[in-house]
């Protein structure tokens, strides 16, 4: 496996946990994920210029993955409205490898080896079992977390598909996040009570934005090199920081089962990491 795009998609998982710990915190979640939304996308606008124009046959990727980020975002402030960080962010986060690994077998002929899906298999399992027991969510918070694990997934194929034919990770990705400049627009037509650019929250909402544009450009780059399935089982171990995010700054209890949780997680990263050739 490639060494550099581990430890980057790695990193992309400590910056994505950080910024969904930031939404959720927020005392008006709709308004901070517009704030977020608009400076993502005047940033990617930014990179425009400098950046060559997408291929014709990856426009089609973009155009979807702009709707399934949106979906994604409108079902994680549902998530975070009805469900605890810690219960809601796991099971999303958790199923999401499985249907990536599928998806990509299906859709981009990619094969991974025995190893490999024992360990996307065993990190997914760890997540999922924070979720059970005592902690697990009510029906409709699983169902909610589910979904968006479904969305995750379609979106992760999506873009996976259109950084091979774009062959830039870079255009690829400012495209792609120049469409979250529709995020607030899409939640006034709901009715949403938001601004497009509140001060309010804003330095730590730009951010969040600086964060998630970040990381998933680590985990875009790491699809040159390594199956998207792989990638997104190693971008899910943000469930880790997620546990730490969640007891430091959010009051959420570290139970034994979340130790368990994180312990088999972990032995999944190492199994990916020294198996997968």
Known sequence: MHRHSVILVLLSAILHATWNAQLKGSSDRSQFMANMSTSMGVLAL???????????????CIALSAVLHVVYNLLLLQNYRISDFSSAYPIARGISPLLVTFG????MHQRPNVPAISGVAMISAGIVFLSTGKERASTRATLSALATGAVIAAYTVTDGMGIQRSQNTLTYTAWVFASYLLMPVVLLLLRIPVQIVKTENLPRAVGAGVFSLAAYTLVLWATHY?????????????VLWAIVLGVLFLGEAFTWRRVVSASIICLGIRFLVLKSR
């Open 226 to 238: 390594v199956d998207v399935g792989v990638v997104s089982a190693l971008r899910e171990t943000s």
């Open 104 to 107: 990509a077998f299906v859709l």
């Open 46 to 60: 930014m990179c425009l210029p400098f950046v060559p124009l997408p291929v014709g046959s990856s426009w089609a």
